[in-house]
């Protein structure tokens, strides 16, 4: 094959793909799989990085991420806000009366929280500060009918989030039915992450705490890789997601995890 043989748009949207569907590509597997020249493919490379789609590294290209830090939690608040609520109702109807759960931080997750309160005999345990205060409200308000909360402890960050030593300590401790965790971004390749090392740790001590994880995540999540992986879409025993994941996406999710809802 020519460098001609596919047009340049052609090519850079081919190589897009592989770098959602991989988290990154090498300059070596582009030339090979494309039959280009090299400087054909680091031309297309360059192109990609200029509209801000991937990130050049030395040898080829990673995937963009949103930001190189976590939003703030009141960032977050207001983005895909219908999209948030049905990803909600779908993830709250996973929860059993009487039942521990675990409620990871973020914007998705603490939708999830908010639906809660009709299930009886409920224990909450998180690490998310906005998701605690939500709790003792209305533990405040429905007195013994309200959920029971433990709060990890631990060092907040940016997303309200509290992480470090401290909380993984405490979550180690602990065994809990169902864990419903957010991402940063995610992928086939890279998995679920977030932009957070210390808040990847604790990430991993509570999907090691859970006997079932159930990760949510709306469809602009998909591609974005973040600075460290917390999870492999294998590790996931449900992944609930709306109706705008791309094809391709959805097919790396029923082929990994245990089970994929689209709402």
Known sequence: MTDGALLAAQRRALILDQVRRHGAVKVAELVDRLGVSDMTVRRDLDALARTGAVRKVHGG??????????????AKSGLETDTKAALAEAAAAQVQPG????????TTTYAVAARLFDVPGLTVVTNSLPVAELVRTHTGERGEDAPALLLTGGAPTR????????????????????LIIGAHGVSDHAGLTTPNLAEAQTNRALIASAHRTVAVADHTKWGIVGLSSFAALTDLDCFITDHDLPADARTALTESCGELLIV
């Open 99 to 106: 039942s521990v759960v675990a409620i990871s931080a973020g």
């Open 159 to 178: 997303s309200a989030a509290l992480v470090g030593p401290l909380a993984d300590q405490a979550i180690r401790s602990l065994h809990v039915d169902l």
């Open 61 to 74: 290209a990673v995937a963009r991420t949103a930001t190189a830090e976590e939003p703030a939690f009141e």
